[in-house]
């Protein structure tokens, strides 16, 4: 019995299990999800209402207003407001110095790009705003 083919039986029947047909980009979102949670209960451990993360969970995407500029300035802001490492180290430093108003800022940084990651969306490349570190968004038609 391999790992890539397991055989279970179940009610007379045999469910096959093929690890190598699980979609990795589905484990990826589950993990992006669960991070996303995890920002959720972090929020809700702060003094806050909650339509404060619902109005700012989106504020991040104001990083794009740098490919009015060019792509390469385009993909440096985006990417600045949609670093973890970024979000972590701000989050990190309010609650070190009890500011309330930095783990904020650390947590809706983290769970936007947690939320953005969940449907595709990832750091940016300085050649297009379609190619991103997760590869390359689709495209409409048009």
Not at 66 to 73: D, E, F, H, S
């Given at each position: 019995m391999t790992l890539s083919c397991l055989r279970i039986k179940k009610r007379s029947s045999v469910v096959n299990f093929n690890a190598e047909k699980l979609n990795m980009n589905t484990i990826l979102k589950l993990e992006e999800a669960a991070q996303f949670a995890v920002c959720l209960w972090l929020f809700s451990q702060l003094q806050l209402s909650w339509w404060w993360f619902g109005g700012l969970i989106l504020a991040p995407?104001?990083?794009?207003?740098?490919?009015?500029?060019?792509?390469?300035?385009?993909?440096?802001?985006?990417?600045?407001?949609h670093h973890k490492g970024l979000a972590v180290a701000l989050g990190a430093l309010g609650y070190f110095t009890g500011s309330q108003g930095l783990m904020l800022s650390g947590i809706i940084l983290y769970g936007h790009a947690s939320m953005d990651r969940i449907f595709g969306y990832g750091l940016k490349y300085n050649d297009s705003f379609h190619h991103t570190h997760l590869g390359w968004l689709k495209q409409k038609a048009s």
């Open positions: 995407d104001i990083g794009m207003l740098g490919y009015a500029l060019n792509k390469r300035i385009g993909a440096w802001t985006y990417n600045i407001f």
